[in-house]
């Protein structure tokens, strides 16, 4: 049985990593979150210490190590994106391994700082890349490796997740605390891409705003078309009619993926992979950052080439700004 601590236990994505520290027969035994809103941890950790301020939560891990002889073997960092490296870093310093929640880091110099911490303290940084241990993403790396190695696949990615007023007061409307639309909500994707397709040769941008982007990617294997939003006025009619607020789509050659399921356990798996010594570290995070990064500091080309239909969608204002886009 491992130790774990927990970062971050207020958030959407904590009670996956809680469910997967149980999953796998592991023991938390303190999380810390500036919010106190975590009755979730009743239902997996109900005697773990909980901490709101950093200060008592470091304490109480020193304590713990000098008083009980108990140190962490993993911190799970589960905080907003901006402060991913800080946490990592927190843990490498404690002589645990840290398995991070995606981005890893929002630039790809802060993997180059994490190595150097990695060597220091012969720790090892985690990262939760789930979807490449999705069935339907194994099947299509499958059938892509064994396809001819001059076949270029043709792929339409359309992500569609609707967000409320509230999400342009939290940190992920600040494009320097979440990294920007494509960061936040499509990290995953284009490390799913490169993994299944190979390397970049090729990143366009043709629409970044506050509630959506679009572009071009041209992997060694595929043509991929983009468009991400968080905008519920882009979704397509008959999503909406059904009351339904996200729309995922990715088709290859026109036919659709059916990616509509197997989420559930994806982090217990991903969790058992590292406690194996088979989980994805600095290195295998390094393709998406770099791809979210340039991303993030491109300038739009506009309607040019090869955009997604979605693309010409109709541009609209932030809503905490009057008047036209």
Known sequence: MKNFALIGASG?????????????????IAALDRFDSVGIMDSFFPDADFFVETERFDRHIEKLKHEQNITPDYFSICTPNYLHDSHIRMALRRGADAICEKP?????????ALQNMEEETGQRVWNILQLRLHESIINLKKKVDAAPKDKIFE???TYLTSRGNWYYTSWKGDRDKSGGIATNIGVHFYDMLSWVFGDLQRNDVHVQTHDRAA??????RARVR????????VLPEEIKVKGQRTFRSITIEGDELEFSGGFTDLHTKVYQGILDGQGYGLEDARKSIEIVNDIRNAEPIGLKGEYHPFAKKELVSHPFIKGKF
Request: hydrophobic share 45%; no cysteine.
């Open 12 to 28: 959407y994505i904590a009670p996956r990593h809680l469910k997967a520290i149980k999953d796998t027969n592991n023991l938390l």
């Open 155 to 157: 792929v339409d990615l």
């Open 104 to 112: 890893l880091v929002l630039n790809p110099w802060n993997l180059d």
């Open 226 to 233: 983009w468009f991400l939003s968080i905008n519920y006025d």
């Open 215 to 220: 572009g071009y990617l041209e992997f060694k």
